[in-house]
């Protein structure tokens, strides 16, 4: 039972759809299964629906493979217990886009691409970080996008791709700086207070450093918000051709971006989140906070037996059950 269970989470198994749906123009079909409402974090805008419509349009006329694109940070939360590597909340992440986008490319006639971006510059900077330990985030990542590749067909692909492989470092650190003088400024505005203390308990769950100081707590918060304004910027997010997904409800700037959840019991952005089974009369894999687990008690762990792994993290999987209140 235990090994069905966890060789289930590297086993994408689709999403259900309708008669209804598969008689649509593949642009709609895809488009409607991109968008179910099971996957966001928020509703979409009709502007955002209709500039997702005509990617979606331009690739299907110039019969170009459908490529969805998460950007995200190379590192995990320090308040999770599985620190540096990659954990099951990153499978769990990949096997649910993939539940949706094999459905899509039975639908799309071109092929789909799952494209992760993995911010690897400044997080030193940013968090605290070592350059070491993003070697190691990413090392594993890449690991476990190998774990999915003999259950896909050819018609959906995984690609991973350094941030800093399609970045000018020296022109992306000179564009933070700027925006952090912009920040500095509208900090200090009274209508802005509620995104600065939001933005300063942010950086102070995300700070690697052991006891930083207020200057530290707020300078890092700055730049977090300075870094995730400009590393959309760049031409390579202004492409006609790449859905972007953000595992967050909002972001500035006016790009098409779609809120989209970590996975369909989870908000929590899975870099910095726990994957783990939760005991609720049944075992039900979810990504919890390192908030959320504090407010569940572990139980035990189940040992991988399902495939071999040279993670730490993915030797076995713990297993929670919620505090009662």
Known sequence: MSHQLVKSLIQPRGIETTPKLRRLHPVEASLRLLLRSNNLLCCVSQETKDQIRKTIRNCFVFQ?????????????????????????????????MLDTLIKI????????????????????????????????????????????????????????????????????????????EKIKTEWKLSE?????????????????????????????????????????????????????????????????????RSFHSSAVQFWVGEGALVKNGVLKPTILSGKQLGEHNPLYSIENDAFETRNPNLKSIAVYEKTSS
């Open 105 to 180: 490319a039975e639908i799309y006639p071109f092929g789909v691409v799952l494209e992760y971006v993995l911010q690897d510059i400044l997080l030193t900077e940013l968090n605290d970080i070592s350059s070491d330990d993003v070697s190691r985030y990413i090392e594993s990542f890449q690991e476990i996008v190998s774990l999915f590749q003999p259950s896909l067909s050819n018609i959906v692909t995984i690609k991973t791709i350094r941030y800093g492989d399609i970045v000018d470092h020296h022109e992306f650190k000179n564009n933070i700086s700027k925006e952090i």
């Open 192 to 260: 802005n207070q509620e995104l600065a203390k939001a933005a300063i308990e942010r950086a102070k769950r995300n700070l690697q450093k052991v006891n930083p100081s207020d200057g530290e707590i707020i300078e890092s918060a700055m730049f977090h918000t300075a870094y995730v304004r400009t590393c959309f910027t760049l031409d390579y997010f202004e492409t006609k051709e790449r859905i972007f997904l953000v595992h967050r409800k909002t972001i500035s700037g006016n790009k098409p971006f779609i809120p989209y």
């Open 64 to 96: 170009q493979p459908l490529t969805v694109n998460i950007t995200f940070g190379s590192y995990k939360g320090k308040n999770v217990p599985s620190r540096i590597y990659a954990n099951w909340a990153e499978i769990l992440n990949v096997k649910f």
